[in-house]
């Protein structure tokens, strides 16, 4: 990666350039991870535990959304 300059604004603040946003799909509620290396700052985007979990059960209640809503109307019917 190329590197860039950015300015430490009031309080602390950088702004991550857009393009390096985008690229590791970092929006607004984004957790960073900060960690010091000697005399380095490493920023490190921290899944949050939805998307970590997201498409784990792909596939397990139907295909299309047809499909999980008939799984769910019979599991209702089943209680």
């Given at each position: 990666m190329k590197q860039k300059s950015v300015t430490v604004l009031n309080k602390g603040y950088i702004i991550i350039p857009a393009?390096?946003?985008k690229e590791?799909?970092?929006k607004p509620g984004t957790k960073i991870l900060l960690n010091r290396?000697?005399?380095?700052?490493?920023l490190q985007p921290v899944p949050s535990f939805t998307q970590k979990l997201s498409g784990l059960t792909a596939g397990s209640f139907g295909n299309d959304a047809k499909q999980v809503e008939e799984y769910i109307d019979k599991e209702r019917k089943d209680r």
């Open positions: 393009n390096i946003r590791m799909n970092i290396e000697k005399n380095k700052i490493i």
